[in-house]
């Protein structure tokens, strides 16, 4: 297999080849994977996919390994749930959540971009993989090389919640706390990268790994049975995801598996932490990097590197953007677990308050198809939501002292009336 031609530079074009490369020598742009569409085209049909696993690999043509895939062999496909209660509780017509906060094996979208970058990280013979995280990659990255006995250096800001910290020590990486923000450990990261062979795999096997990302939307495709949404919710950090959503539709189009892209792509950060959506918002070219303040931690990269590639992507879908305030992610973290029984994390907080203030604003019209990207799990941001939470109700184990707690919260019961006005 393979279909991979080699590198490309996004912005002047010349062509690399496909090797351990990330930046354009001559103009600096970053480099990406170059596909050989033709050759996929007679390879990859409808008919084709129908005997696939329900995996990520089911694309492996448009994935840019050139042997088979050797970690994360069971990422992706994840359920895209048709969503009524929240649909009601918005008041759209027809809701989609995709939902990556059960991806295999850490239960986040990064399980996708892991999988590609550890499998290629192989082929390229190094022995070392490392990343510069904010939480949820670190937990991918460290659970995949523990699968395929690699050694793993991964570097995260030190104040993470604490069910990412633990969610990464457990696979017992060499995991390095640094007292700094996410930029902060990306700019020493890109040191380190220069100095020691190791894949870092959002740096220097970047390429590779960002198009990982393109497999939510080629499943999203899929379980619409081909068939696009017209309004996509995506959550935003580095803006490589939302780029590489975007990039798969026009990819499957261009392959003839659905019809002319036509799309709205949105993108939602944390009100503190929003660089690329105020860029739309002011119709600015310029993202301007700022320091980030949101409890959506794994969203708060204030200088995003592929902030430039998702603002395109949003103007040429013709969408628009919009941010989350910490009292509005955590209402939609509640509101999600409550009308569809998902707990997300953060992340998700940051989609789906946004999803409503772009559907308040009339921005999304009620009565379109609409998709949000759930990428993560809220079992890992717990910390965010616990306080917003009732205290747990405690009796003694017996009889008598249920139907005394019975009795004296028989008041307090709400109404069926009221839950509806509650969801509204
Ligand atoms: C990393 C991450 C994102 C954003 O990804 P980018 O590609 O950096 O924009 C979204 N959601 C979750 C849960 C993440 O961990
Ligand atoms: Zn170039």
Redesign the pocket.
């Known amino acids: 297999m393979g279909y991979v031609l080699g590198l490309k530079c996004r912005e002047c074009g010349r062509e690399y080849p496909k090797e351990v490369l990330f930046v354009c020598e001559y103009c600096f742009g970053s480099l990406e994977v170059d596909y050989d569409y033709r050759a996929i085209k007679k390879e990859l049909t409808k008919e084709a996919l129908a005997g696939r696993p329900k995996t990520m690999w089911r694309y492996k043509e448009l994935l840019p390994l050139d042997e088979e895939p050797t970690v994360g062999l069971d990422s992706g496909f994840t359920p895209l749930i048709r969503a009524n209660n929240l649909a009601r509780a918005l008041g759209v017509e027809e809701l989609y959540i995709k939902d990556?906060s059960v991806n295999h094996p850490t239960l986040?979208?990064?399980d996708r971009?892991v999988s590609v970058a550890i499998s290629k990280s192989k082929e390229f013979g190094f022995d070392t993989v490392a990343c510069a995280s904010?939480?949820?990659?670190a937990n991918s990255v460290a659970a995949q090389a523990a699968s395929c006995g690699l050694k793993a250096y991964i570097f995260i800001p030190a104040d993470l919640e604490s069910g990412k910290v633990v969610s990464s020590l457990i696979y017992n990486p060499n995991l390095i706390g640094i007292e700094g923000n996410y930029d902060e450990v990306n700019r020493l990261c890109s040191e380190i990268a220069s100095r020691y062979r190791w894949a870092f795999v959002n740096i220097n096997i970047r390429p590779y790994y960002?198009e990982g990302?393109k497999s939510m939307g080629y499943e999203i495709a899929e379980q619409l049975n081909w068939k696009l949404p017209k309004h996509i919710v995506?959550?935003?950090?580095?803006?490589?995801?939302?780029?590489?959503i975007y990039k798969s539709f026009k990819e499957l189009e261009k392959l003839d598996f659905i019809d002319k892209v036509d799309t709205k792509v949105y993108c939602a950060q944390g009100l503190g932490c929003a660089p690329i959506v105020t860029a739309i918002k002011e119709k600015s070219d310029i993202i301007r990097p700022l320091k980030p303040k949101t409890i959506a931690k794994?969203?708060a990269?204030g200088n995003?590197?592929?902030g430039y590639y998702?603002l395109d992507s949003v103007r040429r879908s013709g969408g628009w953007g919009e941010e989350a305030s910490d009292e509005e992610i955590i209402e939609a973290i509640k509101l999600l677990a409550k009308t569809e029984g998902i707990f997300t994390?953060t992340?998700?907080g940051v989609t789906l308050g946004a999803a409503k203030k772009l559907i308040e604003q009339k921005i999304i019209p009620r009565d379109e198809p609409i998709v949000l990207?759930i990428?993560?799990n809220g079992l890992k941001t717990q910390e965010a939501v616990v306080k917003a939470l009732p205290g747990l109700i405690k009796i003694k184990p017996s009889l008598a002292s249920f139907e005394e707690h019975i009795k004296n919260n028989l008041h307090q019961r709400i109404s069926e009336e009221k839950v509806i006005e509650y969801y509204i």
């Open positions: 990556d986040s979208f990064k971009v904010t939480g949820n990659l960002a990302s995506v959550p935003s950090a580095g803006g490589s995801l939302i780029t590489k794994s969203l990269i995003p590197a592929d998702a994390e992340a998700g990207c990428t993560g």
